[in-house]
């Protein structure tokens, strides 16, 4: 079936440090990919996408990096601040096209 | 931030009852979705709308209906609540069909079911 996963449950950095969350996604039809933050008490924030006609895109502070040879996508965020504390999820195109479909989230702590 | 707001933002209830929740969008997007989030599932697909009176069944659509008579207004409903039902929901919305852009959230409803 279709299933979107994540490397790593929890994921701990030092302030200043770069991270890496990393995703292995199933469905290599899957022709879009998006990263979303989510903090305590609140609702999933979008934060970066990427098509499959690329392997990379930046935002601030942020890259994202598509492997479809090994389905792989992760999500880099450059000199990590306690800000970035939160879940991070990544999500696939399902099947049919219709909708997205969810992993199950990287808790990511930073301590100043 | 996109214009979603969900009500009630909690909810209490006993096992059995009727329960609906909603959400409105002042953004005229088309594309309205309603999930689910429980500890070790993430993000779980109820239900979707692709446009006023079009609906359509996500992955976990068993014992929840869905109503959407105005462009603004999604509605989810627990016909008759159990306990599995207890968890965050979630509303969504984007202006192209679901898989292709991305999708803004509303705050979530924390439902509870006794």
């Known amino acids: 079936g279709e299933s979107v996963g994540l490397h790593l449950p929890t994921l701990s950095v030092q302030e200043g440090d770069n991270s890496i969350i990393n995703c292995a996604y199933s469905n290599s039809a899957s022709d879009y990919f998006i990263w979303y933050k989510q903090e305590s008490g609140k609702g999933p924030q979008f934060i970066i996408d990427?098509?499959?006609?690329?392997d990379k895109r930046q935002g601030q502070r942020v890259t994202v990096l598509l492997n479809k040879t090994v389905k792989h996508l992760s999500l880099q965020i450059a000199a990590t601040q306690p800000g970035d504390s939160a879940v991070y999820f990544c999500a696939e195109t399902n099947q049919a096209g219709t909708a997205l479909i969810f992993g199950k989230g990287t808790t990511l702590s930073v301590s100043s | 931030d996109a214009g979603i707001t969900q009500s009630p933002r909690h909810k209490v209830t006993e096992t059995g009852t009727p329960v609906t929740l909603r959400c409105h969008q002042t953004?005229?997007?088309?594309?309205m979705y309603w999930y689910r989030q429980d500890p070790g599932h993430g993000l779980r697909l109820i239900h979707y709308?692709?446009?006023?009176?079009?609906?359509d069944k996500g992955e976990v659509s068993d014992g929840y209906s869905v109503s959407r008579s105005k462009t603004e207004d999604f509605l989810l409903t627990l016909e008759s609540a159990t306990s599995s039902q207890t968890s965050v929901y979630f509303c969504?919305?984007?202006?192209?069909?679901?898989?292709?852009?991305?999708?803004?959230f509303g705050p979530g409803t924390r439902l509870t079911v006794l």
């Open positions: 990427i098509r499959s006609n690329m």
């Open positions: 969504a919305i984007s202006g192209e069909a679901g898989g292709v852009s991305e999708q803004f």
């Open positions: 953004e005229n997007h088309r594309y």
């Open positions: 709308s692709y446009g006023v009176k079009d609906t």
